[in-house]
């Protein structure tokens, strides 16, 4: 039983971009979140929303805006 989704190219420059302007976009709103200054916090953090952004594109997600709104639905963020 195959994926239902192409393996993406992750050499693809729109693909990268996307990527790109997904994490950019959402990093702030997780940052935000994040009262701890703890760096390797901070580092951990960054790496799960950038695994969660390639899961999602490897899912067949490409536009930043939903791979951004798809990201920000699944990260538990902290309310202060």
Do not use: Q, Y
Not at 68 to 80: H, I, S
């Amino acid at each position: 039983m195959g994926s239902r989704h192409p393996t993406p190219n992750w050499s693809d420059p729109k693909l990268l971009a996307a990527l790109t302007r997904a994490f950019d976009a959402t990093w702030p709103v997780v940052r935000a979140h994040e009262c701890d200054e703890d760096r390797p916090r901070i580092a951990e953090l960054s790496m799960e929303l950038s695994r969660k952004l390639v899961a999602l594109a490897a899912n067949g997600v490409t536009d930043a805006e939903e791979l951004r709104r798809l990201a920000l639905e699944t990260f538990p963020l902290k309310v202060a």
